[in-house]
């Protein structure tokens, strides 16, 4: 468990979670959960637990809430040397109500005027950030937060691409934090300097009006738009809240090879984040050994990630 | 949310509820959850958080847990300013013990001699409690807790009546209260009173003697013999303890049609007082829009209800 | 840690303990402690642990709560065999809130009609339950409960002192539960009935009228009315409700003796049931060593009962 | 316990609370307590648990934590009926630290953006809200919220004495909302419209420059400066976090009287909210009887709400 | 609910059980729920809960940890008299991770050097603990903890015999702690020695290498192998984490014939303990009335085990 | 926050620390907070809160408890990248029960046989471990655990000299892990090869028999004896066990000049690990700006320390 350098650096948003215990609604509980969490971040540690050491940056008010989130990063062995600290903003909030069939999973979010939100173009030392790293990783949340924090996304892909990183992005399209033109317009821009883009369906179809008859179909059609060398597809079907089946497929562009990853049956504990392990495990799985162990990690870890509360992972690969 | 005239008065008894955490049973269990419950509260919370003005009258004795009641009643805008308060008898209490496969939920009452049970028929001031409501409602229950109940619970009907408010009546026997002779004697007296009976199939046979072999039938048979405007019928499958389907059908006499709610698959977190979130459910429903959107409310909040924990209802219309 | 014949019986009510944690008041509590407690039941606890076999007497209803406290008293070693079970009647219940200076403690009893208080002159049968026996004790709330109760306590006192073991009674006079001309009408027999009297300044004045300059005089007084063996006072002093000083002094009558026992400070966790610590404490000492030891352990183990929570003892001769 | 017309209003800004418990440090929590509170709030509850019937009025987002202050208010019997709600904006939120010597308690807030500070003048029909009412309260932390928010509560102060309440202010001056120079201004004005100023002599110093050698002459000075009927001064000494001392005079200016309360030894589990149930006691006892049992009760009640958590009182009459 | 003479003697370790709540890993988990538990131990509990009379026979270390384990073995009433105390060794501790699949439960053992491993033979008077015992029972996990635990072990196996008791032993295979090659040595000795042996499927043919076609094959094989008077065998199947159907198979070889026990579909809270709840209450109705009634309480009272938490069972016969 | 190059290396034994809440004993707990805590590691953490990047060497086993322990240094900043990984051995734990007077601590340790105790000489690479480092601290703990602990505590100590780093030794004297005349021969060689040794007067009288009428003079009379730099000692006095006096006292033997800290009065909230925040709080003192800030910083923070839960210290430079 020696922490060599980052091999994976993230940028986004992280957040104090509050949820409520035992399924309640937020009007019925007396104490909550506080965690943290954020796509990036999420993303980071699972890929960090199972071997790719990974960096989380982001931008983040210096006070308890702030410090709390750097514990839980450094707490699972990611590197924290590189976020923004500022005494100014505050840090963002969201609470995630537990839902049981017939009633959903919710999540309240109170996330503006963040220092993530707020961070100014250049306030971050990408060269330093990025030195050594083989992949930079980011979510279609990142570039939504403000038009500063899409410029800043952009800077680092950038210099991601010239120090010789490869790119991965998942596309995770926020309807509450832009419009489909305004998404479509920078992930557009984003996807094209992208080496790796993992999404669904509907997000596919929502950002980029892209749609075809299967998922093998919808993967080619992006791969050939944006000239990515992979895209990678998750596939969830829900028959009920506490229970999931979860998959995936990846399209490798430069082979043109399909590949499918298994399906598992999940009875859920937690299902925030299970996104975002997928996109850790992944990288991890396609670090170690190229894009099929990567979508059978990010399956596999996806699918533990959800036995579990909380946002983050805790596999390692023998899990 | 805008506390104008209660246009809704319900009326029984409201009890401490006790139960272990995380399906342990009463022997193994170190704390309690401590909450407050009681049909027609239940009922009233139900549908004051749907939009129909709610006030509970109830007898609680002047203590800690009587004004733990009453504090729960207000916190969900439910209006408390008709409890009769004694300095005499005690606040009843319940034990509810949450089951798993094969074994069911369990409850043990603690109810004898509570202020409710020993309300003197004219200590309620009806005339004042009633004015301006367009529904009254009570359930089975209260009646069956002593005579001088059943006799606060018939003047209460009469004089809702007299100055123009509906009367419904969840019929809900409880065999632990009275013997099935008692419960017809002294319920036919009560149904031949009330517009609005809600049931089930087993407590219509148990307490009227009236079966049939289809859920239609036996509520043409209810209302020819009561007189009745509307009968809803509440339909519950239970394939195990913590999944459910549940229904209703209602008969609209009047218009002699029947209609049927769309059933609901549930995992289930708490069942108590299911049954009284769909007479709130409906009331405010039929309230609102007739017997139709009356089911579907009933069923759709009892739906709700099963997925977070304690007698209450939080659901809005919007959920 | 062998289970003897039992040295030591007591008899009295033991009941359900709920209590809000944090010194809520209970309007705030979402959750209580769910334990047991009684005045002889802690005292037989207390005695136990400290090498003296005790049995503890009581009726209790058969259902979960009056097994939960069987399971406490036998957790400590404590033996339950003689318990008189009954379907009927119920198990007692009180609440204590915990207070902080100026607010004292509360406690809120709701043991009317408790399988206790109705239990029947002959019920248990006292021969067996005996035998074997040095020593009987039981407290001034036992004969408080019901006209029964102090039928049935007199008649243990009367088996007890026939089948050769010592009588010891810790006066503990409650104004909920009778007046004090009744007390003293009732009292005024048991302690002539008996061989060791524990009490407090007040409970003696307000029992059976005897006033005195200093608390060895109050201790002749007793000593010589009723014929006692020994008569111990127990001292508290409350700067606050934090913290408390705690002593006791005996008289024994055989050997004309008066004997102090050292002041302990004492950061109060929760003071409820210290009492019932002090007398089994003195008894288990003074079974070991006579009355010099009795208050010595006596006090030694009120104080430490005080720093942890409950109503039980868990002191041994070690601590 | 029947809600009449309120009698007293006010009118400042409600938020959520979260705090860790059992000492820890946020940075240490796992779970927070999750809990409203705000002073203005805090004094309604304090003053109708006493039996002034009380309103609160502010601005709340409608979402799950507008309703979950929204039911506090309620829970405890207070109007909330001419509560504004609004889609937009946000509900604020502060965390509190419990200290021990020689750590103190610490506050951090998050309130920037809420809804009560984007308030708009004219948005509450304070002809509505004030009708009936004897007295209107607020305190220096509402005007300093913005601009809006200090328009607003001056519209307030003048419909209210318009309508023939009485007008009380605390003043509470909050460095970290505004400077001192903002708040002399301000408050300058809000005084000279009071006829109840309830202060310490330290923000008498800081916002108005007034100080004296004692607390009898900066009282005399205020009510000459800015005309009022009554000010009234709190003292409290604070040997350690965990122990306090409590106390208050008040000047009747139109009386010419200087009144005294006596002195509570304080164990402190709570002190957050101590000074607005001091408010709200002191209204309740005025209303009462007079400036004397104002500051008896202002006090008793301060005192008794740092012995249980959180920022409400439970305190009545008895008590 | 008399605490007759044992009529059940049972012998192994018991442990100290530290789970993480809520499904939570260890390394997310900021509190432990703190038990008890043991095989042996947990067959005892749910033998005398059916009304079996029963005994544990164990050697603990004195301190808390040991006390705590007593303390829950009397709580269910169970004797705890012939415990050998010992202030050398350690209490062992065994860690549970509740799992949802694809993630199975998990258990992490911290038992080397613990007391029992390090019974002496001759240590405990099985003369003593043994006599009026109708039935002993052990596992396969006893033997396998050390040498001298084996040798212990067949020592209080010959002295049951001796003594006219009925030896039943649950074969309990555990890798951990010895080969296979060891088990079967030392299991064969011991079930040439056993009347009643329960046990699976795959451990009887990896202790004893006997496979068959049928449960029914198999069970005649051991019942020959060993002159058993009667073969139990469990049958697990288990669809998903929370989902277990459970039921088992008896072969009465002094009959000749099979049994089987009906099948019970479990909603599982907690699966630890089960089989150990099976072969309690396989005895205690064994005991009662033959054969057929042991298999139906064994799969009734395993069901029922796990649908609440800890290792103990809490059924009695009326459930 | 930016995690430079460990400047202070700590090596010594971290544990698993359970402990049961609100003042229970063990016996009474039903659940266990799950912490980790160590002198060296506490050390450690404290120092790197303020400003001083540690490392901290240990050996641990490989399983989830030893992931906690390094999860739990690496969540404060903690290096821990050069820790003896194993899959052999154990974890060691630690009870604390928190007391009340007149009830003081315990803790019962369960460290036998534990990974670090069974360190081998020449496991850790020492001069890896050391690079670049100006502190190497341990504690007389380390030493204590086996003879190849001390061995490598040797080693470390010679290593760290070799590299230019300046050692810290805590004597901290621990009568259960080995006897005067143990400690005596291996910390006078420890002693002797030390710069900076932190000590109390009982234990320097315990270890070195050493004692003189006045701390001065003890800390002169050790500075001789080994040609120490620097000694300190840190005073204690306990009232109560809710309350403590703290301060320290260093003797820069450079200088001979004698510095006193000033002394904090303290309301505990946990006491464990505060002589360990005292050293880390003194090293980074020292390291910042000499003896003096040393032991403010160390007294200071030893006083927070202990005014919030675990054996962490949460402090900043700013606190």
């Known amino acids: 468990m020696t922490q060599n350098t980052s091999k994976l650096v993230t940028f986004g948003e992280a957040m104090v979670r509050l949820s409520p215990p035992e399924f309640r609604r937020l009007e ?7 965690q943290a969490g954020g796509a990036e971040l999420n993303a980071a540690i699972a890929a960090h637990r199972l071997g790719l ?8 008010t210096q006070n308890p809430l702030g410090h709390m989130i750097e514990n839980k990063a450094r707490e699972h062995g990611v590197d924290t040397s590189c976020i923004a600290w500022t005494d100014a903003d505050r840090v963002g909030v969201y609470f995630v109500e537990f839902g049981a069939a017939p009633r959903p999973n919710t999540v309240l979010y109170d996330r503006r005027d963040s220092a ?3 961070v100014r173009l250049g306030e971050i ?8 790293a083989d992949y930079f990783h980011t979510s ?3 570039p939504a937060l403000s038009p500063s924090a899409a410029a800043e996304t952009i800077e680092a892909i950038r210099t991601a691409r010239r120090l010789g990183a490869q790119v991965s992005v998942d596309l995770n399209y926020r309807a509450r934090l832009w419009t489909q033109a305004e998404a479509r317009r920078v992930m557009s821009q984003i996807a094209s300097e992208t080496d790796i883009l993992i999404t ?5 179809e929502r950002v980029f009006g892209i749609a075809a008859p299967s998922y093998e179909e919808v993967a080619r059609l992006l791969a050939r738009e944006f000239a990515l060398d992979a895209v990678v597809i998750t596939l969830r079907e829900t028959p009920s809240v506490w229970r999931n089946a979860w998959s995936a497929m990846a399209y490798d562009a430069r082979a043109d090879v399909v590949i499918h990853a298994p399906t598992f049956d999940i009875e859920v504990v937690d299902r925030v984040g299970s996104g975002d392990a997928f996109a850790g495990g992944f990288l ?3 670090a170690k050994d190229g894009i099929e162990l990567g979508v059978r990690w990010g399956v596999g870890v996806s699918a533990l990630k959800q036995t579990y509360p909380w946002d983050f992972s805790c596999a390692t690969p023998e899990d």
Do not use: N
């Open 28 to 34: 019925q509980a007396h104490t909550l959960d506080f």
């Open 53 to 60: 050491p990974a960096r989380f940056v982001t931008r983040l």
């Open 116 to 118: 993530m939100a707020h």
């Open 125 to 132: 030392d990408w060269e330093c950030a990025l030195r050594g």
């Open 140 to 142: 279609g949340i990142t």
């Open 200 to 204: 669904t369906e509907e997000d596919t």
């Open 284 to 286: 991890a799985g396609y």
